[in-house]
């Protein structure tokens, strides 16, 4: 079996956190509106690189998706990833994990 390819990059829930993070220092005068429209276009662009991997994976024929593992959808949309997914993944290995034989040495 593979390896399973697991995101450690920028999830959605850092990217709103960010753009928080942002609205809260220009209220508190910390950065001034250049800081954060650099701030803002490098966010942006974080989300159209995400939407344009799901256009991508949207695009492909029923056949090629069909085909696809899980680990080949990472490897193409993987880059942005909502933490809850990442959860998800570590809760299903952990009880994979448990339903193992235990051995002792």
């Known amino acids: 079996m593979s390896k399973p390819i ?6 959605l829930v850092d990217v709103r956190n960010e753009a928080m993070d942002t609205i809260r220092k220009i209220k ?5 509106l250049d800081q954060a429209k650099s701030i803002n276009n490098l966010l942006n662009t ?5 939407k344009t991997q ?7 024929p029923k056949s ?13 949309a993987g880059a942005l990833r909502d933490r809850d997914a990442e959860l998800d993944e570590t809760l299903t290995e952990i009880e994979n994990k448990k339903a193992e034989t235990y051995r002792v040495s």
């Open 6 to 11: 697991i995101n450690s990059g920028i999830t």
């Open 28 to 32: 508190s005068k910390e950065i001034d």
């Open 64 to 76: 090629v998706k069909d085909s696809f593992t899980p680990d080949h959808v990472l490897a193409i």
């Open 54 to 60: 799901v256009d991508f994976l949207n695009a492909l």
């Open 46 to 50: 974080i989300v159209n690189t995400a």
